[in-house]
């Protein structure tokens, strides 16, 4: 399995996954046409897709999905919430998603699963190969847009080979930066973005000796800096040359799960 993302940030977000057998997009939160130029880099085809699916309907999530949707058929996978507030449950290639099921694509097992965040029905996902008997199964975690961590979310994202995960402010500059109180209270608050420090913590309490990749991800550009999520991160995971940060608008090169 290898994965690589065209931008992660709160001006969009999309990743591609793929395997042997499978190739997905998660979100797709940047609009039709620097999709299509990030797709050719990683020479990719819109119509070689074989799924998309969404996390939640804010537009850093879905900003391109109208357009990828009506000009190619591939199915599209999202919660019924999701579906209904993104104004897209009416399309022919829509399957709702149930936070209890999994949904298989050729050979590759993805499990959403219930976040914290202030959207009508977000999840993140666990995504999983189901291989052929001689080799190991490979496991990649994405956990980005969530305000705080529960029992459930380190019990799904134990045993992650990879894991792309949210740091998105620092608390300092958060607290002395542009926002209004208003945004800065919803960012903080339990449905809103994890910190640097809370990314730390919840980084701490999964099994995390065995991650090959770590991304540092969906940072933010007023109220954070990488170097800070990254400082954050080692303190935990002291492996800087297994960690990656995704970059708003070049996200990162493909990563491959050994
Ligand atoms: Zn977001
Ligand atoms: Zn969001």
New binding site residues.
């Given amino acids: 399995m290898r994965f690589s993302s065209l931008g992660s940030g ?1 001006r969009g ?1 999309a990743l591609i996954v793929e395997s042997s057998q499978a190739r997905i997009l998660i979100d797709c939160g940047v609009a039709l046409r620097p999709l299509r130029e990030g797709l050719a880099q990683l020479d990719i085809l819109p119509e070689s897709i074989d799924a998309v699916f969404i996390t939640h309907e ?1 537009s ?2 879905i900003k391109g999905l109208k357009s990828l949707a009506r000009q190619y058929a591939m199915p599209l996978y999202m919660t019924h919430g999701t579906a209904i507030k993104s104004g897209l449950d009416h399309l022919p290639q829509m399957n709702i998603l149930s936070h209890f099921s999994p949904v298989v694509v050729g050979d590759l097992l993805i499990q959403p699963v219930t976040v914290p965040h202030d959207a009508r029905e977000p999840c993140q996902f666990v995504i999983s190969t189901q291989p052929a008997s001689d080799q190991a199964a490979k496991k990649l975690g994405i956990l ?2 969530l305000g705080s961590y529960t029992p459930h979310i380190i019990e799904s994202y134990q045993d992650c080979d990879a894991i792309i995960l949210e740091c998105n402010y620092d608390e300092s500059m958060l607290q002395n930066g542009p926002y209004p109180m208003s945004l800065k209270q919803r960012v903080k608050g339990d449905w809103g973005h994890l910190s640097n420090t809370q990314a730390a913590e919840l980084l701490s309490k999964l099994q995390h000796q065995n991650i090959q990749w770590l991304v540092v991800a ?1 940072i933010s550009q007023k109220n954070n800096q990488a170097a800070l999520a990254c400082e954050a991160i080692k303190a935990i995971f002291p492996h800087h040359e297994r960690m990656r940060v995704a970059d708003q608008e070049s996200g990162f090169d493909w990563l491959e799960i050994a």
């Fill in positions: 709160s977000n804010h850093d999530h980005t847009d969906h």
